[in-house]
């Protein structure tokens, strides 16, 4: 059975709680992994990208290659792989108008993989996107913090482990929460 694009979207956005978006969690990893890590790789593969001919599709990319790759990869180089991919359907589909086709709550997805850059303009560009297409968003305070992140040391700190790179001393401090 091939799955679709409504059947990324239903999963998450139906099945899945939205508190368990964003929350590291080894059961929902191996589920997702179980569901869908052989749709990842065609999508990553570039087999599926006739999906970004709609706002949905589009966004069922976004989802797989964004947000899945960060479950399905966790701590590991390959979470970031597909992150240009991501930012081009992203670019596209605004520039289509294809973010405004969709509901708030799942055009905020759309937005992420701008938040997940560690290029300051897309940072720039994921803040204006919030604040101007999705005033009063939760999420405004999130883009906020990651362009200030992004701002201040030119990459997330975070992902040192992960990428095997050094991490400054500045770092350091803000990791520890010391900022």
């Not at 509901?103 to 604040?131: G, I, N, W």
Request: proline share 6%.
């Amino acid at each position: 059975m091939s799955v679709t694009p409504q059947d990324i979207l239903s999963f998450w956005f139906d099945e899945t709680p939205t508190k368990q978006h964003f929350i590291r969690d080894d059961d929902f990893d191996r589920s997702i992994r179980d569901r869908f890590q052989a749709v990842y790789n065609d999508a990553a593969a570039g087999q599926l990208d006739d999906w970004a001919k709609t706002a949905e599709g589009t966004l069922a990319l976004i989802i797989l290659l964004d947000q899945f790759s960060r479950n399905l990869y966790r701590d590991s180089p390959k979470a970031f792989d597909q992150d240009l991919k991501t930012i081009k359907l992203v670019t596209n589909a605004i520039e289509r108008g294809d973010d405004l086709a969709l509901p708030e709550t799942r055009r905020a997805f759309l937005y992420l993989p701008l938040m997940h850059s560690e290029d300051l303009s897309m940072q720039e560009k994921c803040v204006a996107l919030f604040r101007e297409r999705l005033p009063g968003s939760p999420n405004i305070p999130f883009a906020e913090q990651h362009h200030a992140t992004i701002k201040k040391f030119g990459r997330f700190p975070y992902r040192n482990a992960a990428l095997g790179r050094e991490t400054t001393p500045a770092e350091l401090k803000y990791l520890e929460g010391n900022t």
